[in-house]
């Protein structure tokens, strides 16, 4: 559906009007001031609604305004109308060489506005504006206000647009990066910690219980105890030995000193002699139990050794199994960060697919995370005719039904630019109302001075 004709009359600057547009590209010439603006008004206030209207839409001095768009299908008329309160005497000067024209303007009430759509037939909607809401487009009257929009809006409209929706994709890149970003600082703390910790190569795997090693040094104690024991004993039975062998001496003393008590002495000579017999025989085996327990006593300071290196053992063993186990957690986080490393990896191959599967408006166009691109750079970055083509072609795509979008920034096109706007129009078969400011007529539609049409 496009505008088949325009008729306005008194709309701002206007003073009559009545156009037929031949082709989808409408450029409307003239100078500043002359009205050019005041068509393309026209057309948005006919279709958008009260918010497309002025506070002021009537021409100076006139008390009507009329706006007639045949859609084809659709015949849309909006009338403006207001009374005069009063009209002031003229207060122009009575001076008789004053000259200038009298400039008294009445009082008017309060502008207000009717809106009618009937079909080819004549037959009236009841909710006019509701009939023609549903053919307009997001930027029918204003292409350029997706190059105004900020980036995150830009890409809103165009990802709508395309029907892309990467929420989900995104979603999962945004969490596997946050997780990812978490197990690092995680996998540092630990790398620092194990830096730290001491490791013994040589160190067997488990611990050596000192536990028998005590009890081997406390057998050891009893032994050397029991042989101390024995060596006392048998010392005593020497002195007793040494006892008896001097009372023996003393004995034979007295024996050759008492010949004559010989035989008496002889009876009692032998039972000391058989003491000392036993004696010694006792003697001989308290010292081999001694020896032999002498020699079972094993090395105490070779044991406060073995325990001191045992320690020694058990203590790099208790190092080295904290060492591995902060270990086997660091290779355990780094596995997991690799993990979601992976997990954004295929989140951003899985957005980079649905971009690549996405067919944009305009060759050239794209999405990032910052917003939209074009040429690979910034949208913003583009130059202002580039802004201007993309956003036509997306104001196209947005307009299904009512394919007429206002322009009224052609002045920012060049003759390369204005062209391939108009091979986007015709390949969209759309209508496009392009408002040009020149004093020259050859290249426009329509050319308007002082309110009128001038040249069509």
């Not at 502008?111 to 307009?136: E, F, H, I």
């Not at 040589?202 to 219980?209: K, S």
């Not at 186990?325 to 980079?352: G, M, T, W, Y």
């Not at 691109?373 to 956003?391: C, D, I, K, Y």
Request: aromatic content about 4%; hydrophobic content about 45%; charged content about 25%.
């Amino acid at each position: 559906m496009k505008i088949l004709r325009l008729q306005s009359s008194n709309v701002m600057r206007l003073v009559a009007v009545d156009i037929t547009p031949t082709g989808d590209m409408v450029i409307v010439g003239g100078k500043n001031g002359a009205g050019k603006s005041s068509v393309l008004n026209s057309i948005a206030m006919a279709l958008g609604g009260q918010a497309m209207c002025p506070a002021e839409p009537i021409r100076a001095g006139e008390t009507e305004a009329k706006i007639v768009v045949d859609l084809g299908d659709l015949i849309v008329t909006r009338k403006f109308y207001r009374h005069p309160i009063h009209a002031p005497e003229c207060e122009r000067t009575t001076h008789p060489q004053s000259a200038h024209p009298c400039s008294c303007m009445p009082t008017f009430g309060e502008t207000q506005s009717t809106l009618t759509v009937t079909n080819k037939d004549g037959a009236r909607y009841p909710s006019p504006q509701a009939v023609l809401d549903r053919l307009l487009g997001a930027l029918t009257f204003d292409p350029l206000a997706f190059a105004r929009d900020d980036a995150k809006r830009q890409a809103e409209t165009l990802r709508a647009l395309v029907r892309l929706d990467t929420a989900d994709i995104e979603d999962r890149r945004k969490a596997a990066f946050a997780e990812r970003a978490m197990l690092k600082k995680s996998h540092a703390i630990k790398a620092a910690q194990l830096k730290a910790m001491p490791f013994v190569k040589d160190a067997p795997d488990a611990e050596v219980p000192v536990d028998a090693i005590t009890a081997e040094m406390a057998r050891a104690e009893e032994l050397r105890k029991a042989a101390e024991d024995a060596e006392r004993t048998a010392q005593k039975q020497r002195d007793q030995a040494n006892s008896l062998a001097t009372a023996r001496r003393v004995m034979a003393t007295r024996i050759e000193e008492l010949e004559k008590q010989l035989t008496g002495l002889r009876s009692e000579a032998q039972g000391l002699d058989e003491k000392f017999d036993a004696v010694a025989r006792e003697i001989t085996t308290t010292q081999a139990t001694a020896d032999a327990a002498r020699a079972a006593v094993p090395d105490a300071e070779a044991l406060r050794a073995k325990v001191k290196d045992t320690e020694t053992m058990n203590a790099a063993v208790r190092a080295n199994k904290t060492y591995l186990a902060a270990q086997a957690d660091a290779e355990r986080i780094a596995a997991e960060i690799e993990a979601k490393h992976q997990a954004v990896l295929a989140a951003e191959e899985a957005k980079r697919a649905a971009l690549a599967a996405v067919v944009f408006p305009v060759e050239g166009l794209g999405l990032s995370d910052d917003g939209v691109t074009f040429g690979s750079l910034p949208f913003a970055q583009a130059s202002s005719s580039e802004q201007l083509r993309v956003s036509v072609a997306i104001g196209l795509a947005l307009n299904p039904t009512l394919k007429v979008l206002l322009v009224r920034s052609g002045n920012l096109l060049d003759d390369d630019s204005l062209k391939a706007v108009a091979a986007q129009a015709d390949a969209a078969e759309c209508q496009i109302w392009m408002e040009y400011v020149t004093a020259d007529a050859e290249g426009v539609s329509v050319m308007i001075e002082e309110g009128k049409v001038v040249t069509e």
